[in-house]
């Protein structure tokens, strides 16, 4: 494992034994693998997505690199600890959100939880200060600090959470599903904070989640995963352009008509004078397809839609 490499994974294996009824005493043993040998490096200060349908391994792979689930097979480095047989180690060089659990104390005030925490870290007061009032400022929680936590809505907890997770400055962050349940405001608060956390102090975070927003919006590199296995690795700009290959082209046209009628590209809606038309990108260019719009009907106003993450998670899935 080298310097600039902060996770490291080789074959990493895990299969739970699960009981059924084979008769009206008996059970039947069984084995269900949850990750099926996964291989991956990630680097210090990268902002990496980790994604998969449910039950598909990646909360699975997140205890395993925590510490708290025990490898059924593999080999697995966070900073340079294995970490099921270092945790309390790792545990003062990560930060762990999960987004249906909390690491706050639920009848006492924030300012309480966060200094709890400060001792069971062991940071310094200084530095424990210093950091409370930064974070405190870029979540806006300086209102809420004497509040207790049952009393905060689910964004406002989530920000805590992510401030509690913070305060020993960690090296890496691990967010399993933060965004869960928020509104689009709080989203908006949470992905802004992490991308300045990363920018600013070079943590490295994992992130999985299903809101594929939080991916384009923070992340370069994705990971999915499907059945426990690792099915794409590469940059989102990468898995765009080789499952994205569907664009569409926006059009006002000068007068309301029927459905355009252009060799490369196929009307899928239509409302007034506006037409969307979708096309491949390997069978005809935007311009191309352009100049045959006009060579029909006067367009006033054009834009060219791309591909969404989601859309092209959804193909690969299809695959």
């Given at each position: 494992m080298?310097?600039?490499?902060?996770?490291?994974?080789?074959?990493?294996?895990?299969?739970?034994?699960?009981?059924?009824?084979a008769?009206?005493?008996?059970?039947?043993?069984?084995?269900?693998?949850?990750?099926?040998?996964?291989?991956?490096q990630?680097?210090?200060?990268?902002m990496?997505?980790?994604?998969?349908?449910?039950?598909?391994?990646?909360s699975t792979?997140?205890?395993?690199?925590?510490?708290?689930?025990?490898?059924?097979?593999?080999?697995?480095?966070?900073?340079?600890?294995?970490?099921?047989?270092?945790?309390?180690?790792?545990?003062?060089?990560?930060?762990?959100?999960?987004?249906?659990?909390?690491?706050?104390?639920?009848?006492l005030?924030?300012?309480?939880?966060?200094?709890?925490?400060?001792?069971?870290?062991?940071?310094?007061?200084?530095?424990?200060?210093?950091?409370?009032?930064?974070?405190?400022?870029?979540?806006?929680?300086?209102?809420?600090?004497d509040?207790?936590?049952?009393?905060?809505?689910?964004?406002?907890?989530?920000?805590?959470?992510?401030?509690?997770?913070?305060?020993?400055?960690?090296?890496?962050?691990?967010l399993?599903?933060?965004?869960?349940?928020?509104?689009?405001?709080?989203?908006?608060?949470?992905?802004?904070?992490?991308?300045?956390?990363?920018r600013?102090?070079?943590?490295?975070?994992?992130?999985?989640?299903?809101?594929?927003?939080?991916?384009?919006?923070?992340?370069?590199r994705?990971?999915?995963?499907?059945?426990?296995?690792?099915i794409?690795?590469?940059?989102?700009?990468?898995i765009?352009?080789?499952?994205?290959?569907?664009?569409?082209?926006?059009?006002d046209?000068?007068?309301p008509?029927?459905?355009?009628?252009?060799?490369?590209?196929?009307?899928?809606?239509?409302?007034g004078?506006?037409?969307?038309?979708?096309?491949?990108?390997?069978?005809?260019?935007?311009?191309?397809?352009?100049?045959?719009?006009?060579?029909?009907?006067?367009?006033?106003?054009?834009?060219?839609?791309?591909?969404?993450i989601?859309?092209?998670?959804?193909?690969?899935?299809?695959?």
């Amino acid at each position: 494992m080298t310097d600039h490499v902060i996770i490291e994974v080789r074959g990493l294996a895990k299969t739970f034994s699960v009981y059924r009824k084979a008769g009206r005493v008996r059970r039947r043993r069984e084995e269900i693998t949850a990750v099926a040998g996964i291989d991956l490096q990630i680097e210090r200060g990268a902002m990496v997505g980790y994604i998969g349908p449910n039950g598909a391994g990646k909360s699975t792979t997140i205890k395993m690199l925590t510490g708290i689930l025990v490898p059924s097979a593999g080999h697995v480095r966070v900073d340079g600890l294995e970490p099921s047989r270092a945790r309390t180690e790792l545990a003062r060089r990560i930060g762990v959100v999960f987004g249906q659990r909390s690491q706050l104390w639920w009848d006492l005030p924030l300012r309480d939880s966060f200094d709890l925490l400060r001792h069971v870290y062991r940071v310094p007061a200084d530095r424990h200060a210093a950091n409370l009032a930064r974070f405190s400022d870029g979540l806006d929680l300086g209102p809420l600090l004497d509040v207790p936590v049952r009393q905060l809505s689910l964004g406002q907890r989530m920000r805590g959470e992510l401030t509690a997770s913070l305060l020993h400055d960690p090296s890496i962050l691990l967010l399993d599903e933060p965004t869960i349940g928020l509104d689009v405001i709080s989203k908006e608060a949470v992905r802004e904070f992490l991308v300045d956390i990363n920018r600013e102090q070079g943590t490295t975070v994992l992130l999985t989640t299903h809101d594929l927003a939080d991916v384009e919006r923070l992340c370069e590199r994705l990971l999915i995963i499907d059945h426990g296995t690792l099915i794409e690795d590469g940059t989102v700009a990468g898995i765009t352009a080789r499952y994205g290959t569907e664009r569409t082209l926006i059009v006002d046209l000068a007068e309301p008509g029927p459905a355009l009628e252009v060799d490369g590209a196929w009307v899928t809606r239509i409302d007034g004078p506006r037409q969307w038309l979708r096309f491949r990108r390997d069978d005809v260019s935007a311009s191309e397809l352009l100049a045959r719009v006009t060579a029909q009907a006067e367009v006033r106003d054009l834009s060219i839609e791309e591909p969404d993450i989601e859309g092209i998670v959804r193909a690969i899935y299809a695959r």
